[in-house]
């Protein structure tokens, strides 16, 4: 694994490749759009989609959590993705995470999904707010809109980027778009989708390949 570091108004941010972020000097990992139980939707839908996707995340949150010794994790909004994806097997497996991690914080900023999925179960142990939550010099939020007295930190995009190589191969890859109002995280889920970004003049872009996070030239 390779981590990319960058300095945000004088706080250091460390871009994991678990398509996260980790703010050092509070020990808070900051998490967009996990989603949990898309795939349990889409399968009460008779639509036939991989098993597994929640405990790979869930494996994710273990291996940053070890890595950094974060003591809380923010999820910036759609942390369940809707009320037909609260199966018994998704909230089983969240809450046996949960046992596992009785001392870490967690706290949910509500998404546009959030509203019609509803809060997580209480035995889960989520404070849930309202965006914008201010912690400067950050302001955590759901949606990448500017919000006065914070640099935000925000999910909801899905944020990708197309590369194409020398002999004209393509690659679609997630990536971390900071503009100079705030920061738009990839989507943690594994179940997604990417939605691509089109950078301006000065934002900067690291895309996530290989277990890496690697910053690209303006294209």
Known sequence: ???????????????????????ERTATLLVADAHWGKAATFRASAIPVPRGTT?????????MLERTSARRIVFLGDYLHARQGRSPTTLQALAEWRVHHPDIQLTLIRGNHDR????????????????????????FAHYPDPVAGGYVLAGHLHPGVHLVGRGRQRERLPCFWL??????????????????????????VFVVASGQVVEIPPQ
């Open 1 to 23: 694994m390779s981590d990319a570091h960058i300095e945000v108004l004088g706080e250091q941010l460390v871009l994991l490749p678990e398509r996260a972020v980790f703010w």
């Open 55 to 63: 405990l790979d995340g869930l494996a994710r949150l273990d291996a």
């Open 116 to 139: 019609h999925a509803g809060d997580p179960p209480l035995e889960l142990g989520l404070g849930c707010a309202d965006p914008p939550v201010i912690e400067p010099p950050f302001a």
């Open 179 to 204: 503009r100079s109002e705030g920061a738009v995280l990839p989507a943690f889920g594994d179940f997604t989708g990417l939605a691509a970004v089109t950078p301006g003049t000065g934002d900067r």
